[in-house]
């Protein structure tokens, strides 16, 4: 059974970096039919797929993030990371990771974690 | 990037009775690889989304038969045949075949 799971602060000061890392069990972050990525959820915007990194390790980006969103791995600990640069308070969200095969098939979800961008 | 609209935005229901909710993509969703990458997720209160059907039609494992999903190039609906108590949430179609992947607004189901 694949199962993700989030974690990072829940409060980011204006203009610094937001940082969230998904822990993996169950399937190797290393394989190379699917992608690891990160969804996140507002009331205004609603979901919107902010990036993934594929087993090989290629990164994917939303272009309307790519400026600002890095996505990393760390095989040894089966864990995958974003680094989301420059916050705001649009970026208050829940942030998700999920796992989807190419085509953005989105079939494992995380349980989501709430970040929000205040000072 | 695909703009995906939804309708209605919320609809209510009776127990036991039908529910569909529409979804339309900005263009055609048809893959040059022949495929049609539409998925549907259910968001149950407090809970990630759940993916409930992809390209299209193929019910995910453990989804009941009463979900099935229809159509084809910028048209697609999901239909509940006999809602439940349990349906309750919000659902939302995510279209795969441009990158990147976009979702519709979301319809929040709820009981009459």
């Known amino acids: 059974q694949v199962q993700l799971q989030e974690s990072g602060p829940g409060l980011v000061k204006p203009s610094e970096t937001l940082s969230l890392s998904c822990a993996v069990s169950g399937y190797s972050i290393t394989n190379n039919y699917y992608y690891w990525g990160w969804v996140r959820q507002t009331p205004g915007k609603g979901l919107e797929w902010m990036g993934s990194i594929h087993g090989s390790g290629s990164t994917f980006y939303n272009p309307s993030l790519t400026s600002r969103l890095t996505i990393l791995r760390d095989t040894s600990r089966n864990q995958f990371s974003l680094e989301l640069s420059s916050v705001t308070a649009a970026d208050t969200a829940i942030y998700f990771c999920?796992?989807?095969?190419?085509?953005?098939?989105?079939?494992?979800w995380g349980q989501g974690t709430l970040v929000t961008v205040s000072s | 990037d695909v703009v995906m609209t939804q309708s209605p935005l919320s609809l209510p229901v009776t127990l036991g009775q039908p529910a569909s909710i529409s979804c339309r993509s900005s263009q055609s969703l048809v893959h040059r690889d022949g495929n049609t990458y539409l998925n549907w997720f259910q968001q149950r209160p407090g809970q990630s989304p759940r993916r409930l059907i992809y390209k299209v039609s193929n019910r995910d494992s453990g989804v009941p038969d009463r979900f099935s999903g229809s159509g084809s190039g910028t048209d697609f609906t999901l239909t509940i045949n006999r809602v439940e108590a349990e349906d309750v949430g919000v659902y939302y179609c995510?279209?795969?075949?441009?990158?990147?992947?976009?979702f519709g607004q979301g319809t929040k189901v709820e009981i009459k």
């Open positions: 999920v796992r989807d095969s190419s085509n953005w098939e989105i079939d494992y």
């Open positions: 995510m279209q795969g075949t441009h990158g990147p992947g976009t």
